[in-house]
């Protein structure tokens, strides 16, 4: 396994001055050690993604800002179809100085910086993740299946059923009043 250190999320800043106003912007490319998404859609291990974004550096650190573009596997939740989801998703993030975060439980949910370098994973995984559909389908009117056979209604005839007939009264099937 691979250190931390070598995580493609983690940014090193150190061209950006100090500075507020200051601006510079970044492009990365990798490919996922580690899945993202839900249990029904993820980006998979070894998929590419590519995030662009702008780091500006303002009075107690520095916002980041950008873009995640990639690409989702899952099934669909009704047909078990394979869905192929687009991931293009914004994502903003400020991460504070070290030097100006306080420790103080308010401020336990925001993003410090390590040195010179950003974190960004937790941003582009919840830019992902949250915008990803709980239930995701295939196409918005998915039929699904037949509970019965397992073929799906699509490609049955809308009158389809399984009739089933108690076998209790099958040995009068062939029943004629005398
Ligand atoms: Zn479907
Ligand atoms: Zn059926």
Known sequence: MKSKAQSP????LHELPRRAGEMRTYQLQF??????GTAML???KGEGMEIEFKAEAVS????????????????????LDEINWKVDEEF????????????????????AMDGDIAEIETAIRD????????NP??????????????????????????????PRWSGLAGWQPK
């Open 9 to 12: 999320f983690r940014v090193n």
């Open 31 to 36: 490919q996922l050690e580690e899945a993202i």
């Open 42 to 44: 993820a980006i998979r």
């Open 60 to 79: 107690d650190g520095v916002l980041i800002s950008g873009n995640v573009k990639s690409s989702a596997k899952g099934e669909c939740g009704r047909c």
């Open 92 to 111: 903003r993030e400020l991460f504070l100085y070290e030097s100006r975060k306080v420790d103080d439980e308010e401020e336990d949910e925001l993003f």
């Open 127 to 134: 830019a992902v993740v949250l915008t990803m559909p709980i």
């Open 137 to 166: 389908l295939c196409k918005e009117d998915c039929k699904g299946l037949c509970s019965e056979c397992g073929e799906r209604w699509e490609n049955l005839a809308p009158d389809h059923t399984h009739e089933k007939t108690d």
